[in-house]
């Protein structure tokens, strides 16, 4: 958008309608020794050869993960992003992140909303998905407050082992709602403590949320938990921070959950320097009109023809207001195109030859790092793509790994003061053997 300053009759017409005499009038609240009163210190305008060639200087500042060989994951992964993506989401008729609120001119979007939905059902097991959230971490808040709705109970457990920043948001969301948090302790195979569970597990518990694989890459047994939160009535919500891991594993509606939440930017949604994410939401039929978010439906016009529409928006905050299920309205709508894009592309057999290179990759690196004198595994339970590793003098030995232009993993001391020395590893089909050699190679002479 082209950027037209007003001129001074339009300016004198705008101040006359609002009754003001002059724009100094307008910030007469600021007190004045707020005001700068001066021109900003800023350089003088580039020409745009000029500009192109400063931002160029200045972006070779940055280090990405074309220049390094990367082990980061912790809730953002490093997977191949299939060109097509880019390609399509740049068209004119998708590239807006803006609710369709009129259908007639919007098929091609709700369309393709309708299909994102239906895959996110197959992936969760679950009869109904929404058009997406923000994020993982604001899904789960609402996943909470969805699970207040159903019970009117404002208690939930939440497992220690969840991501910390999704826990972080859990926190920082609820807390105007009079919303308690507990948390679930971790055994020590990083699995969720069943003593702890167990003695915290009661009738004044509305939800119960577990994420696996956990933030340490371990696999938890859903089912088990699943079966203990039904039999105290309480609302069961699993969380994946890596979707992928889905394509192998118990779907949440196959081991009794009833929302399912996931992080979508494995799917086709690039890093970015951390975002934009897609949070996925699903769950069962029976508790839809408590769900909050968009929901696309599939319909016929009077011709017959079908058709695709918003469904069930007296739930919402543009029909109802205060009295919505929640007021999470602008979902992120190009990056669920995005991960639609992209699991059209994958298929359900490529996506589980993706997730079997994935395991079969972390595997192998867990099991060579770990052969590395004073490495070890701090956890022995199943994992998908990520894992933690003990490793004396963790932090200096990863600075020592970036100057050879490997980022090693994730501090994990910065989340839990009890793991010093602990690194959260992610190995995805983006490194290569080579690569993970040379990682165990560096890492052995940084020790």
């Given at each position: 958008m082209r950027y037209l300053p007003h001129t001074e009759n339009e300016i004198t017409e705008m101040l006359a309608t609002i009754g003001v005499k002059s724009v100094e009038e307008l910030f007469r609240s600021i007190p004045p020794s707020l005001k700068l009163n001066r021109e900003l210190n800023i350089p003088e305008a580039l020409s745009e050869m000029e500009l192109r060639k400063a931002l160029l200087q200045l972006s070779k500042k940055n280090k990405t993960i074309r220049d390094t060989i990367t082990f980061l994951g912790g809730g953002a992964y490093h997977h191949y992003l299939p060109s097509a993506i880019s390609q399509l989401i740049n068209r004119g008729e998708f590239f807006t992140a803006y609710t369709p609120y009129q259908p007639e001119v919007s098929q091609g979007t709700l369309q393709s909303l309708f299909e994102y939905q239906t895959m996110v059902c197959e992936l969760t097991g679950?009869?109904?998905?929404?058009?997406?959230?923000?994020?993982?971490?604001?899904?789960?808040?609402?996943?909470l407050l969805m699970a207040h709705r159903i019970t009117k109970k404002k208690k939930a457990l939440v497992a220690r082992s969840l991501h910390p920043q999704y826990r972080k948001v859990l926190k920082t969301y609820l807390v105007r709602f009079g919303y308690e948090i507990e948390e679930i302790k971790y055994n020590k195979d990083g699995t969720l403590d069943w003593e702890d569970f167990n003695a915290k597990l009661n009738s004044d518990v509305g939800?119960?949320?577990?994420?696996?694989?956990?933030?340490?890459?371990?696999?938890?047994?859903?089912?088990?938990?699943?079966?203990?939160?039904?039999?105290?009535?309480?609302?069961?919500?699993?969380?994946?921070?890596?979707?992928?891991?889905?394509?192998?594993?118990?779907?949440?509606?196959?081991?009794?959950?009833?929302?399912?939440?996931?992080?979508?930017?494995?799917?086709?949604?690039?890093?970015?320097?951390?975002?934009?994410?897609?949070?996925?939401?699903?769950?069962?039929?029976?508790?839809?009109?408590?769900?909050?978010?968009?929901?696309?439906?599939?319909?016929?016009?009077?011709?017959?023809?079908?058709?695709?529409?918003?469904?069930?928006?007296?739930?919402?905050?543009?029909?109802?207001?205060?009295?919505?299920?929640?007021?999470?309205?602008?979902?992120?709508?190009?990056?669920?195109?995005?991960?639609?894009?992209?699991?059209?592309?994958?298929?359900?057999?490529?996506?589980?030859?993706?997730?079997?290179?994935?395991?079969?990759?972390?595997?192998?690196?867990?099991?060579?790092?770990?052969?590395?004198?004073?490495?070890?595994?701090?956890?022995?339970?199943?994992?998908?793509?990520?894992?933690?590793?003990?490793?004396?003098?963790?932090?200096?030995?990863?600075?020592?790994?970036?100057?050879?232009?490997?980022?090693?993993?994730?501090?994990?001391?910065?989340?839990?003061?009890?793991?010093?020395?602990?690194?959260?590893?992610?190995?995805?089909?983006?490194?290569?053997k080579k690569e993970i050699d040379t990682f165990c190679e560096e890492l052995g002479r940084a020790l």
């Amino acid at each position: 958008m082209r950027y037209l300053p007003h001129t001074e009759n339009e300016i004198t017409e705008m101040l006359a309608t609002i009754g003001v005499k002059s724009v100094e009038e307008l910030f007469r609240s600021i007190p004045p020794s707020l005001k700068l009163n001066r021109e900003l210190n800023i350089p003088e305008a580039l020409s745009e050869m000029e500009l192109r060639k400063a931002l160029l200087q200045l972006s070779k500042k940055n280090k990405t993960i074309r220049d390094t060989i990367t082990f980061l994951g912790g809730g953002a992964y490093h997977h191949y992003l299939p060109s097509a993506i880019s390609q399509l989401i740049n068209r004119g008729e998708f590239f807006t992140a803006y609710t369709p609120y009129q259908p007639e001119v919007s098929q091609g979007t709700l369309q393709s909303l309708f299909e994102y939905q239906t895959m996110v059902c197959e992936l969760t097991g679950m009869d109904v998905a929404n058009a997406s959230h923000y994020d993982a971490s604001t899904a789960c808040a609402e996943a909470l407050l969805m699970a207040h709705r159903i019970t009117k109970k404002k208690k939930a457990l939440v497992a220690r082992s969840l991501h910390p920043q999704y826990r972080k948001v859990l926190k920082t969301y609820l807390v105007r709602f009079g919303y308690e948090i507990e948390e679930i302790k971790y055994n020590k195979d990083g699995t969720l403590d069943w003593e702890d569970f167990n003695a915290k597990l009661n009738s004044d518990v509305g939800a119960v949320m577990v994420g696996s694989p956990n933030f340490f890459g371990v696999i938890e047994d859903l089912e088990k938990i699943g079966v203990k939160t039904k039999a105290n009535h309480s609302i069961y919500i699993t969380v994946a921070s890596e979707p992928l891991s889905s394509a192998l594993l118990a779907t949440p509606g196959g081991v009794g959950a009833d929302i399912a939440v996931m992080e979508g930017q494995s799917f086709g949604v690039g890093l970015n320097f951390g975002g934009p994410f897609l949070g996925m939401f699903a769950t069962r039929a029976q508790y839809i009109r408590s769900m909050p978010g968009r929901v696309v439906g599939e319909t016929v016009d009077e011709e017959g023809a079908r058709g695709y529409v918003l469904t069930f928006s007296t739930r919402e905050q543009h029909i109802r207001r205060e009295n919505a299920t929640s007021n999470i309205c602008t979902n992120q709508g190009l990056c669920a195109l995005m991960a639609c894009i992209y699991l059209s592309l994958m298929g359900k057999e490529g996506l589980v030859e993706l997730a079997q290179i994935n395991l079969s990759r972390a595997t192998y690196a867990k099991e060579k790092l770990a052969s590395i004198k004073r490495v070890k595994p701090l956890f022995n339970a199943p994992i998908f793509n990520e894992f933690v590793l003990h490793i004396p003098n963790a932090s200096s030995v990863l600075e020592k790994l970036k100057t050879k232009n490997i980022f090693g993993g994730i501090l994990l001391e910065r989340y839990y003061e009890e793991m010093k020395d602990a690194v959260l590893v992610c190995v995805t089909e983006m490194n290569s053997k080579k690569e993970i050699d040379t990682f165990c190679e560096e890492l052995g002479r940084a020790l």
